[in-house]
């Protein structure tokens, strides 16, 4: 039988002609492309379902996550009208809907498995196959084998993959098909290429972000590879009716930022620096010194580290670039690992505890992120409250009207009870989200009975609710601040819920 060989360090190995696998080995492992995308792929499925178990061990079994519930309570809308939404009756008290693609695939596939299985299984379908097609690029662009299994087994650990598809996100199924669109896009196959058009076509539906990136990245892929007329036939179309679509949707609705929300450039880009989901720290540092070990070949690497500063500065505008720059950083990053691994050191402890630190600082981070969603709102006592509202409503006589709690309650407000809340944290093109913020505020703080009534009534508030972080600093830091003392008037207040330090409160006269 014929015979081919491969060079392991030197000396060869004999393997049967037939087989065609690529044999790398990373420390003391070998591996074909196929084990690798197989232990990949297993990666990702533990990763992306330990959130959720450790949620059913600590006794919690709902859905992390505002996006969960917002996109849930979207595609039953969905499901029930069976046609494309307009308007959003709870969101705000009733508000215009801006077209996302997400929940009607949530909804379509909610008709077969229910909404909550939907929520789970659509965005751990998502991850799986961001990772297969991440897997996919690397090898179609003849990227070093052990270079493209490290990359994705660190795009994997990385906070913002755990985040986006342990939750179910819109930016998730955004991820997924920029990287499909990524795949065609770079076939040979001209046909098959062209056919990315349509995919980015829809990217814009998920936000500016979302569509910049993908032109902006295509760009740099097509400048390295000499591809610009491909990508011009693809991307002026593409761009130019993103442009179209996002300047009127801008020109039709008003959006202003919420002063009282903003969040920063750290916050927002590094991991567990104001938020757990970001870019690992340590990452960001192998991806730095990849920079200084590819800068004697800058010629060929420019465009790479174009695209990175690029997204990297657009986070200051818009927080969801930071999406595809953890992509572009997490695959630079590895050149410096394997850098290190292959260089000689004097001092042999020395270089090993440096790999050490640095893998487990990559670990750290990612189960950093799973400790925070398996912990992540609405509380089993937050679910029961408002359910139990949201199931006896209608039974107890109540009337319609809108609920008002910290607006990071308002999610669970429209899911759990079906009932419109004054305020959600969903920003982008709320109505006047600032003015209902001080609002808010005002009533929340205020221990003039006729001016927190005054406010109830213009702003058809008949019901509030409390929950345990609001009294314990969110809102509140005394139990007789503000508004607090005034629900002791069982003339104008009525407790109609109080369970688990949840309180669930109706205005019963305005006058």
Same mark, same amino acid.
């Given at each position: ?254 959006? /202003? ?41 800058? !010629? ?76 992540? !709102? ?21 009337? /319609? ?70 009294? /314990? ?32 409160? !109706? ?5």
């Amino acid at each position: 039988m014929a015979k081919i060989t491969i060079s392991k360090s030197g000396g060869k190995k004999s393997l049967p002609a037939g087989k065609k696998f690529l044999i790398f080995r990373i420390s003391n492992f070998r591996f074909s492309w196929i084990y690798a995308l197989i232990f990949a792929l297993l990666a990702a499925a533990i990763i992306l379902s330990l959130p959720i178990i450790l949620r059913h061990i600590d006794g919690n079994p709902y859905l992390p996550g505002e996006h969960s519930y917002y996109n849930a309570r979207i595609a039953q809308a969905y499901s029930k009208d069976n046609q494309i939404i307009t308007y959003d009756p709870l969101s705000y008290g009733g508000r215009p809907y801006v077209f996302d693609p997400y929940p009607i695939a949530l909804s379509s596939l909610s008709r077969l498995v229910g909404i909550e299985s939907a929520s789970r299984t659509l965005p751990f379908m998502l991850g799986i196959f961001s990772v297969l097609l991440l897997f996919m690029i690397l090898k179609s662009l003849n990227v070093n084998p052990k270079h493209s299994f490290l990359a994705v087994v660190i795009f994997i650990c990385s906070p913002l993959y755990i985040d986006t598809f342990s939750k179910s996100k819109s930016a998730g199924f955004a991820i997924f098909l920029f990287l499909l669109g990524s795949y065609l896009f770079i076939s040979e196959n001209l046909f098959i290429a062209s056919l990315s058009t349509i995919i980015f076509l829809v990217m814009p539906l998920f936000g500016v972000a979302h569509a910049a990136s993908a032109i902006l990245i295509l760009l740099a892929y097509s400048i390295s590879f000499r591809k610009i007329k491909r990508y011009l036939a693809v991307f002026i179309p593409v761009t130019l009716l993103s442009a179209v679509y996002l300047i009127l949707l801008n020109l039709t609705l008003t959006s /202003e930022a919420p002063g009282f929300a903003q969040t920063s450039f750290v916050s927002s880009f590094f991991a567990g620096i104001g938020s757990a989901a970001g870019i690992s720290i340590f990452v960001i540092i192998l991806s730095v010194q990849s920079i200084f070990i590819t800068w004697p070949k800058k !010629e060929r690497f420019w465009p790479v580290y174009t695209i990175i500063a690029v997204l990297s500065l657009l986070v200051l505008l818009n927080k969801d670039f930071v999406l595809y720059a953890n992509i572009a950083i997490c695959a630079l990053s590895v050149l410096a690992f394997f850098h290190l691994i292959k260089s000689r050191w004097e001092i042999k402890l020395l270089k090993k505890m440096t790999l050490l630190v640095l893998v487990c600082g990559i670990l750290f981070s990612a189960i950093n992120n799973v400790a925070t969603i398996s912990k992540a !709102e609405p509380s089993v006592k937050t679910v029961a409250a408002l359910s139990w509202l949201g199931q006896n409503r209608y039974s107890i006589g109540l009337a /319609e009207g809108t609920m008002l709690s910290h607006y990071s309650n308002g999610v669970w407000i429209e899911y759990f009870t079906g009932m419109p809340s004054f305020m959600d944290s969903k920003f982008e093109f709320a109505p006047n989200p600032n003015g209902r913020y001080e609002i808010s505020e005002e009533i929340f703080q205020s221990r003039d009975l006729k001016t927190v009534v005054s406010l109830l009534s213009q702003n058809n508030i008949r019901y509030i609710f409390i929950d345990e972080k609001m009294k /314990e600093g969110l809102v509140w830091k005394r139990p007789d601040q503000g508004m607090l003392l005034l629900l002791k008037n069982n003339e104008t207040f009525k407790n109609i819920y109080d369970q688990d330090n949840m309180e669930i409160w !109706e205005v019963i006269s305005f006058g």
